[in-house]
């Protein structure tokens, strides 16, 4: 069993940047493929950026270029650093993980998750 405790969530302005952490418990973190994820009101959830146990980094179009994803597995942490930061990245952000070396961008194959950090942007 896997638990996930999101924190840095808040306020920023448009254009700020923000870092997210998720602390993870359990030995075997390092062998899971992390992943956040962020649902807006309204909308579904999508998916944001993942990292392999082999620190491979995958991320959502809408984020390519502004987040970055790291993990740091002594601490069994995982971060997303957000940069450039938009009003419409306004969201809940999710911290998953999954028990399996790959790449996905499905919350389905996601086997643990957060409760989640509230992420809102000022214009």
């Known amino acids: 069993q896997v638990q996930l405790v999101e924190s840095g969530g808040g306020l920023v302005q448009a254009g700020g940047s923000l870092r997210l952490s998720c602390a993870a418990s359990?030995?075997?973190?390092?062998?899971?493929?992390m992943g956040w994820f962020r649902q807006a009101p309204g909308k579904e959830r999508e998916f944001v950026a993942s990292i392999t146990a082999s620190g491979g980094t995958y991320y959502g179009d809408s984020v390519k270029g502004r987040f970055t994803i790291s993990r740091d597995n002594a601490k069994n942490t995982v971060y997303l650093q957000m940069n450039s930061v938009d009003p419409e990245d306004a969201a809940v952000y999710y911290c998953a993980a999954m028990a399996r070396n790959l790449v996905s961008v499905n919350a389905r194959t996601y086997e643990y998750w957060g409760q989640g950090t509230q992420v809102t942007v000022s214009s």
């Open positions: 359990g030995r075997t973190f390092s062998s899971y493929t």
